[in-house]
């Protein structure tokens, strides 16, 4: 048995814990960029509190406003302006998009290169010579879990691609989980993000690369987002709700670091790339599909017989343990479809994907790197077939 793990070097999680932001990066520096994305921190109350706290801790910051998910224009104007600003750390606010670009601007304002020198796929991929700045992630969702992984992703439009920038020197020195932060989140968002974090737990489980330092967190973030997901959805103050998924999310990003993803993810990084599917939305509205066509390949003896067992597992944490191990499997399965469906996701076509794009999506899903963490390698037309399924 051989694994790796990596994580932040600190993760503070509770409600109220974002008012401790300045206590707790003052020993990384006194001048930060603070990357932060929409209007909704200002409403909610969330800036000036982070505003405030720097401040009392003597922290000068200048601000970068995220708008979108980040591309490469986005970020490379982010870079210069980190490098005329010589912040002496990065402060991630927001969603999985803030805290992607500020992962990338603190890794690349240091490099002498481009952004492309080191993008993955669709650029040179090369390392990270210098050491990138240390980051403060602060997450505002419960979804993608970048507070904890080591990766960012940009969307390259000219290759209709995302493609990350990853190294383990990118994982943020804090992570401050404040679960408040989210109850502001609206239904669709919540739905989206949640299932997001519900994806990005059940493909580490099942990975090629699955681990034993992975595997109980992800059992205890399918449980947690099984209780609280549609609890949230519905009554968004319900704070043990958003408390749970805020954890499961954190729980999420640490096994997709360390254990990989799957097919989901594979197709999400072409599907944002060339349509406006929210990412969130992409991996809900995949997952019970690919789920689908992995058992199948499993079932007829194309992989592994221990990742079967680990779908049985998670059909019984969701939809309650039946007789035997094959129910398990397909109810977990009939679980994810019925959730999707409660949430009211939009299916792929919702956002212009058609029957045409299939046979391009799948040829650009495959050179994705979380396709190498699918349990078993599907063929292009089971690949074809999640998407028709999706749309």
Known sequence: MR???????????GRGEVARVGELARPLGARALLVRDGDHLERAGTLPRVASSLGAAGIAFTEVRVRGEPDVEAVEAAVELARAARPELVIGLGGGSALDTAKAVAGLTPQPGTLLDHLEVVGRGQPLAAAPLPVVAIPTTAGTGAEVTQNAVIAVPERRFKASIRSPRLVPRLALVDPALTDSVPPDVT??????????????YVSCRAQPLTDGL????IRLVAGALERAFHDGADTAARDDLALAALLGGICLANAGLGAVHGFAAPLGASFPVPHGVACAALLPYVMRANVAALRAGAGPDHALRRYAEIGALLAGPRPNATEDVDAGIAW???LVRALRIPPLGAYGVTPAAVPDLVARARQASSMRGNPIVLGDDALAAVLVAAL
């Open 3 to 13: 694994f790796e793990f990596y994580t932040a070097a600190a993760i503070v999680f």
């Open 191 to 204: 739905a989206a993000t949640g299932l997001d974090a519900l994806t990005q737990l059940i493909e580490p």
């Open 218 to 221: 992800a059992l205890t973030g």
């Open 336 to 338: 994810v479809a019925a």
